[in-house]
């Protein structure tokens, strides 16, 4: 592979911002909620890079016929790998293809077939774009892909901020993650946080149900690393819908002491006492079980009372029904006393409107 901007390049990120920014200098796009991804392509040779530049070649050998099919010869893209399911973006059939077995990396690029949405180029024959403006690279992004079609799409974008708010609100419903603003008259900057994401947040009420401890804990000083939280279901079930984390040192010890009245004694039922033995640890989705993500990382953690709820915020949920999780990890806001864990369910939580993807993708 012979190209003018060559890998590994860490993609530019964005800072997080409440409100869309308004201005002339501003272009506005869809925020994709997919895998970040650089393509590399010099005649057949293609490499798809991650955010953090590791390889993710072999996971998405659709994406790579498509780009031999529907992209220049040689060619440097920025985007998102996508994957949609029933209209909507779907993560979870996203996060499956990262798995080590070749058959099923096989299996589901035929069975879940993913897309590539391109916002930016970095490169075009023997040129580099990286020090172009925006404004000169969007129309050589689209000129480029003229002719593709799905599944390589070119991200929709608009200079009128009133827009880009409709699509804030709107495209959630088809599993999109917000919106981006970047500057028409600014440079490709890699791994310079140079574009402004605003990102869907909202609060929840969730019960208390377990912690695990800090990497940094000593049996001396024991400090806390994250919170185990958890929602009723329909049927009273207590069901781990994910994690509370970020805190100060001195704020982990606060707590391990706080909650330490709060601990399960021995021969003490739990509502996830099944989730403590070898079986737990094969399970991906439980707390005290092992996934691909986390490999052989410790994930045992300490059962609690399901007595105290915390307010915390958040994002988006991901999955349906009773099986919805917080897909990144929870910011704690604040203790709620007056809240009873038994009103702690499902039922508050916010649903979005649906909206079709396909009015999304060009």
């Excluded at 909650?259 to 021969?267: S, T």
């Excluded at 439980?286 to 105290?308: A, I, N």
């Excluded at 915390?310 to 006393?337: I, K, S």
Aim: aromatic content about 8%; glycine content about 6%.
């Amino acid at each position: 592979m012979d190209l003018p901007v060559m890998p590994p390049v860490a993609p530019m990120l964005a800072k997080s911002a409440k409100q869309v920014p308004r201005g002339d200098e501003w272009l506005y796009e869809p925020k994709w909620d997919g895998f970040r991804a650089l393509i590399f392509r010099d005649g057949d040779e293609v490499e798809i890079t991650s955010r953090s530049t590791k390889p993710l070649t072999r996971y998405f050998p659709d994406v790579v016929e498509a780009v031999r099919a529907h992209t220049p010869e040689r060619c440097v893209l920025d985007g998102e790998i996508v994957i949609a399911m029933d209209g909507r973006l779907s993560f979870d059939a996203l996060s499956n293809r990262i798995h080590p077995a070749a058959s099923r990396v096989t299996m589901l690029s035929r069975d879940t077939p993913a897309s590539f949405v391109a916002f930016d180029l970095l490169a075009l024959g023997d040129r580099s774009f990286l020090d172009e403006p925006l404004a000169v690279r969007r129309a050589a992004l689209v000129d480029a892909l003229s002719a593709a079609t799905a599944p390589i799409h070119v991200t929709r974008v608009t200079e009128d901020p009133d827009e880009a708010q409709r699509w804030f609100t709107t495209f959630e419903g088809a599993g999109l993650d917000g919106v981006i603003a970047k500057r028409l008259d600014g440079p490709y900057a890699p791994n310079g946080r140079t574009m402004v994401k605003v990102k869907h947040a909202r609060t929840a009420d969730v019960i208390v149900a377990g912690y695990r401890l800090h990497k940094n804990s000593t049996p001396e000083r024991p400090l806390l690393g994250s919170l185990l939280l958890g929602l009723h279901a329909d049927d009273g079930r207590l069901q781990h819908v994910g994690v509370a984390a970020s805190f100060t040192e001195s704020r982990r010890a606060e707590l391990i002491e706080e909650l330490a009245p709060l601990e399960v004694a021995p021969g003490e039922s739990h509502p996830w006492d099944r989730w403590r033995d070898d079986e737990a640890q094969a399970s991906g989705r439980l707390p005290g079980g092992q996934s691909r993500w986390t490999g052989t990382k410790d994930l045992s953690f300490v059962p609690l009372r399901p007595e105290r709820v915390v307010e915390v915020a958040y994002e988006h949920m991901e999955g349906e029904g009773d099986q919805a999780r917080f897909r990144h990890t929870a910011r704690f806001q604040r203790w709620r006393p007056d809240r009873e864990p038994e009103s702690c369910t499902y039922a508050q939580l916010e649903e979005v409107a649906r909206y079709d993807l396909d009015n999304v993708l060009l």
